[in-house]
C-alpha cells in the first residue's frame, strides 16, 4: 500500500492516460503572459460610517469610549479616533490603501478603551474576501458578532499523512499512519508575541490519541518538520496474506486533527489559533497525500447563542485588477492621449467616456491620472473647458455644474496640490483641531460661560490667517495648476468679452469653491488631518470655510450671500478693498503664463511620519543593538528619527544618502514587516506597525530617493549578524549584495500613477457602460441620417461632429472587444493551471469545492 505523494493538479495527462495537450497550450500562453509581467493589483476604500445601538458599559455610567479598527484578516491597518460618552459613535471617516499581500477577510473591531486594563472588543464585522464585491460601494449597516477565541484564526498548515502496512517482530501486520507537520505561515500574533506549537489527534469514535511537536519561538511562520505515527489497525495473522483485511468500517471513521497555540505565559493557559479535521478516507483511493490547507475556526459544540450587539454602518470598495504588460493597451490608450487633438473634442474618446459612465466622477478619476501620468492633462482639460465655455450662455453659471471638465480639475487639483495643501494650510488646520478655541458665533448654539465678542475675535484670528497663508501662496502653487488656471482664465475672457470679472471667478471658482474651502472643511479627506474632527472644531472649521469660500467668490454683495444673519454681521469686518485686492492679486499670480515656478525647494515638505520600532545601529561599538519606538519623520530633505513627535532629531539621514530601501527578510529577527534604509556605512534596520504601512513607508523613501547618483543596484535581503550575512553567509560587513535591488518608481514625489492600471480602470469602466456606448453610436447614425428633432433616448448625448465620433466609438469598442478576449483567456487559463492544495492556493473555504470541480475527472485525486 505504500507510494508517493499524490499530486494535487493534472499534468499533460491525467491518471487514464488522456492526453490533456490543448489545456496545457493555453495554460502555457497564460504561463507566458505572467512571465511578461501580468500583475494583481488590489486596493480597498473604505467609509466607516457609524455604529448603533451598542450594548451599555455594566456600570452606572452606561456610556463607552470605542474607536474602530479595520483589519487585514487579524492584523490591524488603520485605526479611527474615540469617540467618547456614546453608544452610537459616529465615525465619518475614510481609509484607503494598497493591499500588499493575500487575505481572507476584511474585518471591523470595535473596541471600548479602558485606562486602567487592556481595551476591550465589543463586536466585529468580518466580510470574506470573495463576498466584497455584494456590498461594493453600498451604504450597508452589518450586525456586530461577537469575539472569542475560537473564531478568531488565520493562517495555513503544510500537511502530509501516509498510510504503510507494518509487518511486526511475530509476523503479524498492522497499519500505521504517518502524520507529518511540516510548517505554517501567517498565524497570528497573540498580544504581540507568536510561540507556537501544533497537536495531532487520531480520533475515531472508540480511542483519541494525542501527540505534541515542539514549541516554535518568536514565529508566525514556524517550521515544524516533525513526524507523528499512529497504529491505525489492530495486527492480524501474517500466515495468510489473503485474509488481511483493512477495518473499512472503522477507518471511515476516523480523522486526523491539527491544533495549532501559542504558547502563553499567562495563567490563562495556551491560546487557541487554529485546527484542521481531516477524515482519513482521504486515503483511500491513495495511501499518502500533502497539501496546503487553511486553519479552520474551533467547533466546540455548543449552540451560538444570538447576541445583540448593535451594527455598523460601512461602505467598502474593494478593487482587485489583473493588469496585462503595458503593450497590451497600447491600441486604447492611443485613442485616450490624443483625446485633446480630436476636432471636435466631443467626438475624443476620454471624452466619450464622459458622456457613457453613470457619474463623471467615474470617469474623471482613472483619466486625469492617465493624462497626468504622460504629462497631457493641461492640453486635455484645456480642450474639454474650451468647449464648456462656448456651450455657456450666462458668465454667472460658468463651471457651476458637475460636468465632466469640473470633476476632471477638481482631481487634479486634489492629486497635484497636495503638498501644495500640505505647506499652505496644513499648521493652522492642526492648532484649530488641537487647540479647541471656542468660535461659535450663532447667539443660539452659545454654551454657558461662553463671550460672542471673543468666539468672534477668535473666528476672525483664524480667518485671517488662513487668508494670508492662502492669498500669499501663490508662488508655491504648482505649475499644472497654473498651466489650467490661464487656459480656464483666457477661454472664459474670450467667450465672455463684455464681463471684467469673468476671468477671476473661472479661476476662483475652482481655486477657493472645490480645492482651499472643502480641505479647510474636511481636512480629513485631504491628508491635512487623519481623523474626521470632533463636533466642536468641525463647527469652526464649517465657519472658516464659509467665510473664505464668500472671500475668494468675488461677488459684489457678499453679506448678502449668507442665509444667516450672524454671518452676514461677522462678514462685516471683512467687507474692505484690501481682501478683494487680494484675492485678485492672487489669482493673476496663480494665472498668469509667464509665472516661474518656485517649488519651495528650500522649504521642507514633511512627506510622511509616524512611530515605529528602529534597531541600534551600532554607531557606538559596544553598544546594545537592541529595538526601541521611535518617531519617525520624513521630509524632501532628510529622514530623521526622535524619541517623541516635536522633539530634537536623535538621528537624521540626508536624502542624498539613502542608497536603497528594501524589504528585509522576516527570518533576520523573527519579526514581520520589516525593512532597511542602506546608508553608506551601515543599514537603518525598521519595523513598521502593519504590512500596508510597511508598503508605504518602502514606496514614498524609493520614490524620495530614486534620483540618488549613487543608488545601489544589489543589496543583502538579510541582516548581518553574528559576523556573516544570514543570506549570503559571506562574513564582510562591507561586502557587495547578493540580490538585485527592486525600484523603476518615478522619482515624482507628488504623484506616483501607473499609468497601465489606470487604462485598465479605463478599459473596465467602458466594458460596463458598453450597452451605452452603443446607444451613442446609434445615435451617431441617426442624427447622421435624419437631421430632425433628436429621439428622446439620444438627448443626453452631447454629438457634435456625428460622423467623427461614429468613428471614435467604433475603434473604442473594438479595443474593449480585444482586452476582453484576452481577459477571458487569462481567466480560463489560470484556472486550468491552478493547483489547490499547493502554498498559493491553500484548500479551504470555498477553494475545496473548486478543487473537487476540477479534478472530478481524476480518480486518484478526488477528496
Known amino acids: 500500500m505504500g507510494g508517493e505523494s499524490a499530486a494535487w493538479a493534472c499534468g499533460c495527462c491525467e491518471a487514464d492516460g488522456r492526453c490533456l495537450a490543448p489545456a496545457v497550450a493555453a495554460a502555457a500562453a497564460g504561463m507566458a503572459l505572467e512571465e511578461e509581467g501580468l500583475r494583481l493589483l488590489q486596493s480597498v476604500k473604505v467609509k466607516i460610517g457609524e455604529a448603533k445601538n451598542m450594548p451599555p458599559y455594566p456600570g452606572p455610567n452606561k456610556m463607552r469610549d470605542c474607536y474602530c479598527t479595520v483589519n487585514l484578516d487579524q492584523e490591524e491597518v488603520f485605526r479611527t479616533k474615540i469617540v467618547e460618552k456614546s453608544l452610537c459613535p459616529f465615525y465619518g471617516e475614510d481609509f484607503y490603501c494598497e493591499i500588499p499581500r493575500t487575505f481572507r477577510y476584511l474585518a471591523f473591531y470595535i473596541f471600548d478603551r479602558d485606562v486602567f486594563r487592556?481595551?476591550?472588543?465589543?463586536?466585529?464585522?468580518?466580510?470574506?474576501?470573495?463576498?466584497?464585491?455584494?456590498?461594493?460601494?453600498?451604504?450597508?449597516?452589518?450586525?456586530?458578532?461577537?469575539?472569542?477565541?475560537?473564531?478568531?484564526?488565520?493562517?495555513?498548515?503544510?500537511?502530509?499523512?501516509r498510510l504503510s502496512e507494518v509487518i511486526t517482530d511475530v509476523g503479524t501486520i498492522c497499519h500505521k499512519l504517518a502524520t507529518r507537520v511540516i510548517e505554517c505561515e501567517d498565524l497570528p500574533i497573540v498580544n504581540g508575541q507568536c510561540d507556537p506549537y501544533a497537536t495531532v489527534t487520531l480520533s475515531s469514535p472508540s480511542r483519541s490519541e494525542l501527540k505534541k511537536t515542539k514549541v516554535?519561538?518568536?514565529?508566525?511562520?514556524?517550521?515544524?518538520?516533525?513526524?507523528?505515527?499512529?497504529?491505525?489497525?489492530?495486527?492480524?495473522?501474517?500466515?495468510?496474506?489473503?485474509?488481511?483485511?483493512?477495518?473499512?468500517?472503522?477507518?471511515?471513521?476516523?480523522?486526523?486533527?491539527?491544533?495549532?497555540?501559542?504558547?502563553?505565559?499567562?495563567?490563562?493557559?495556551?491560546?487557541?489559533?487554529?485546527?484542521?479535521?481531516?477524515p482519513l478516507k482521504i486515503l483511500k483511493q491513495s495511501s499518502s497525500h500533502q497539501a496546503w490547507y487553511f486553519l479552520q475556526p474551533r467547533d466546540n459544540g455548543k449552540p451560538n447563542k444570538p447576541v445583540d450587539l448593535g451594527?455598523?454602518?460601512?461602505?467598502?470598495?474593494?478593487?482587485?485588477?489583473?493588469?496585462?504588460?503595458?503593450?497590451?493597451?497600447?491600441?486604447?490608450?492611443?485613442?485616450?492621449?490624443?483625446?485633446?487633438?480630436?476636432?471636435?473634442?466631443?467626438?475624443s474618446a476620454a471624452h466619450m467616456l464622459g458622456e457613457v459612465c453613470r457619474e463623471k466622477q467615474e470617469a474623471?478619476?482613472?483619466?486625469?491620472?492617465?493624462?497626468?501620468?504622460?504629462?497631457?492633462?493641461?492640453?486635455?482639460?484645456?480642450?474639454?473647458?474650451?468647449?464648456?465655455?462656448?456651450?455657456?450662455?450666462?458668465?454667472?453659471?460658468?463651471?457651476?455644474?458637475?460636468?465632466?471638465?469640473?470633476?476632471?480639475?477638481?482631481?487634479?487639483?486634489?492629486?497635484?496640490?497636495?503638498?501644495?495643501?500640505?505647506?499652505?494650510?496644513?499648521?493652522?488646520?492642526?492648532?484649530?483641531?488641537?487647540?479647541?478655541?471656542?468660535?461659535?458665533?450663532?447667539?443660539?448654539?452659545?454654551?454657558?460661560?461662553?463671550?460672542?465678542?471673543?468666539?468672534?475675535?477668535?473666528?476672525?484670528?483664524?480667518?485671517?490667517?488662513?487668508?494670508?497663508?492662502?492669498?500669499?501662496?501663490?508662488?508655491?502653487?504648482?505649475?499644472?495648476?497654473?498651466?489650467?488656471?490661464?487656459?480656464?482664465?483666457?477661454?472664459?475672457?474670450?467667450?465672455?468679452?463684455?464681463?471684467?470679472?469673468?476671468?477671476?471667478?473661472?479661476?476662483?471658482?475652482?481655486?477657493?469653491?472645490?480645492?482651499?474651502?472643502?480641505?479647510?472643511?474636511?481636512?480629513?479627506?485631504?491628508?491635512?488631518?487623519?481623523?474626521?474632527?470632533?463636533?466642536?472644531?468641525?463647527?469652526?472649521?464649517?465657519?472658516?470655510?464659509?467665510?473664505?469660500?464668500?472671500?475668494?467668490?468675488?461677488?459684489?454683495?457678499?453679506?448678502?450671500?449668507?442665509?444667516?444673519?450672524?454671518?452676514?454681521?461677522?462678514?462685516?469686518?471683512?467687507?474692505?478693498?484690501?481682501?478683494?485686492?487680494?484675492?485678485?492679486?492672487?489669482?493673476?499670480?496663480?494665472?498668469?503664463?509667464?509665472?516661474?515656478?518656485?517649488?519651495?525647494?528650500?522649504?521642507?515638505?514633511?512627506?510622511?511620519?509616524?512611530?515605529?520600532?528602529?534597531?541600534?545601529?551600532?554607531?557606538?561599538?559596544?553598544?546594545?543593538?537592541?529595538?526601541?519606538?521611535?518617531?519617525?519623520?520624513?521630509?524632501?530633505?532628510?529622514?530623521?528619527?526622535?524619541?517623541?513627535?516635536?522633539?530634537?532629531?536623535?538621528?537624521?539621514?540626508?536624502?542624498?544618502?539613502?542608497?536603497?530601501?528594501?524589504k528585509l527578510e522576516e527570518e533576520s529577527f523573527k519579526m514581520k514587516n520589516m525593512f532597511q534604509v542602506i546608508q553608506p556605512e551601515r543599514a537603518l534596520y525598521i519595523q513598521a506597525n502593519n504590512c500596508?504601512?510597511?508598503?508605504?513607508?518602502?514606496?514614498?523613501?524609493?520614490?524620495?530617493?530614486?534620483?540618488?547618483?549613487?543608488?545601489?543596484?544589489?543589496?543583502?535581503p538579510s541582516a548581518y549578524l553574528n559576523g556573516h550575512w544570514l543570506c549570503c553567509k559571506t562574513s564582510s560587513d562591507t561586502a557587495p549584495g547578493c540580490t538585485p535591488c527592486t525600484g523603476g518608481l518615478p522619482a515624482n514625489i507628488q504623484l506616483d500613477v501607473d499609468g497601465d492600471r489606470e487604462t485598465e480602470h479605463i478599459y473596465s469602466l467602458y466594458n460596463n457602460y458598453r450597452t451605452k456606448l452603443e446607444k451613442l453610436q446609434e445615435a451617431c447614425g441617426s442624427k447622421s441620417v435624419y437631421d430632425g428633432p433628436e429621439q428622446e433616448e439620444y438627448s443626453s448625448f452631447i454629438i457634435d461632429d456625428p460622423q467623427e465620433t461614429y468613428k471614435v466609438s467604433k475603434q473604442i469598442l473594438a479595443a474593449v472587444q480585444t482586452l476582453e478576449l484576452q481577459h477571458a483567456q487569462y481567466t480560463k487559463n489560470k484556472f486550468k493551471r491552478t493547483k489547490y492544495g499547493s502554498q498559493e492556493h491553500p484548500i479551504g473555504d470555498k477553494s475545496l469545492q473548486c478543487y473537487i470541480t476540477q479534478n472530478s475527472g481524476s480518480s486518484t485525486n478526488s477528496v
Open 118 to 161: 487592556r481595551d476591550s472588543i465589543i463586536g466585529k464585522v468580518a466580510i470574506k474576501k470573495e463576498e466584497l464585491q455584494k456590498y461594493h460601494n453600498r451604504d450597508t449597516w452589518f450586525p456586530l458578532q461577537p469575539v472569542d477565541a475560537d473564531s478568531e484564526v488565520q493562517g495555513k498548515v503544510h500537511l502530509e499523512l
Open 216 to 278: 516554535k519561538r518568536k514565529t508566525n511562520n514556524p517550521q515544524f518538520d516533525e513526524v507523528f505515527y499512529f497504529e491505525v489497525t489492530r495486527p492480524c495473522s501474517y500466515n495468510r496474506k489473503s485474509h488481511f483485511d483493512v477495518e473499512e468500517e472503522h477507518v471511515e471513521k476516523m480523522e486526523i486533527r491539527i491544533d495549532l497555540w501559542n504558547a502563553s505565559n499567562l495563567k490563562f493557559g495556551d491560546e487557541f489559533l487554529g485546527e484542521l479535521r481531516l
Open 311 to 347: 451594527s455598523l454602518r460601512l461602505n467598502v470598495v474593494y478593487t482587485e485588477d489583473h493588469v496585462f504588460p503595458s503593450q497590451y493597451y497600447d491600441p486604447l490608450r492611443d485613442l485616450l492621449l490624443k483625446s485633446a487633438d480630436v476636432e471636435p473634442v466631443s467626438a
Open 364 to 662: 474623471a478619476v482613472p483619466l486625469v491620472r492617465l493624462f497626468l501620468h504622460y504629462g497631457k492633462i493641461v492640453p486635455f482639460i484645456s480642450a474639454i473647458a474650451n468647449a464648456e465655455i462656448n456651450r455657456t450662455l450666462d458668465p454667472n453659471t460658468i463651471f457651476r455644474g458637475n460636468s465632466l471638465t469640473s470633476k476632471c480639475i477638481d482631481e487634479t487639483m486634489k492629486l497635484a496640490g497636495r503638498h501644495y495643501l500640505q505647506v499652505t494650510l496644513k499648521p493652522i488646520v492642526d492648532e484649530i483641531c488641537e487647540v479647541h478655541k471656542p468660535c461659535e458665533i450663532d447667539p443660539v448654539k452659545l454654551k454657558d460661560g461662553e463671550n460672542l465678542e471673543s468666539n468672534m475675535d477668535n473666528l476672525r484670528q483664524y480667518v485671517e490667517r488662513i487668508f494670508n497663508a492662502i492669498t500669499k501662496s501663490g508662488m508655491s502653487c504648482p505649475t499644472v495648476m497654473s498651466d489650467i488656471f490661464f487656459s480656464l482664465r483666457e477661454s472664459a475672457a474670450k467667450r465672455f468679452q463684455g464681463d471684467a470679472d469673468v476671468r477671476y471667478t473661472a479661476v476662483s471658482s475652482f481655486i477657493f469653491l472645490r480645492f482651499f474651502a472643502p480641505a479647510i472643511l474636511s481636512p480629513n479627506l485631504f491628508q491635512l488631518y487623519p481623523h474626521h474632527p470632533d463636533p466642536l472644531t468641525a463647527r469652526t472649521l464649517t465657519l472658516v470655510s464659509k467665510t473664505i469660500q464668500t472671500l475668494g467668490s468675488l461677488s459684489k454683495s457678499k453679506s448678502a450671500s449668507f442665509k444667516e444673519s450672524y454671518m452676514a454681521t461677522f462678514y462685516e469686518h471683512f467687507n474692505e478693498q484690501k481682501y478683494t485686492e487680494a484675492v485678485r492679486n492672487f489669482l493673476d499670480l496663480i494665472s498668469s503664463s509667464g509665472r516661474k515656478d518656485h517649488k519651495s525647494i528650500e522649504q521642507p515638505i514633511v512627506l510622511k511620519e509616524g512611530f515605529m520600532i528602529k534597531r541600534a545601529q551600532g554607531r557606538n561599538r559596544f553598544g546594545i543593538k537592541n529595538f526601541k519606538k521611535r518617531w519617525f519623520r520624513l521630509s524632501n530633505h532628510e529622514f530623521t528619527y526622535h524619541k517623541h513627535k516635536g522633539d530634537h532629531p536623535l538621528y537624521n539621514i540626508p536624502i542624498e544618502n539613502i542608497l536603497a530601501v528594501e
Open 692 to 716: 500596508v504601512e510597511a508598503k508605504d513607508w518602502i514606496d514614498i523613501l524609493t520614490k524620495v530617493s530614486q534620483c540618488n547618483k549613487k543608488r545601489l543596484t544589489t543589496y543583502h
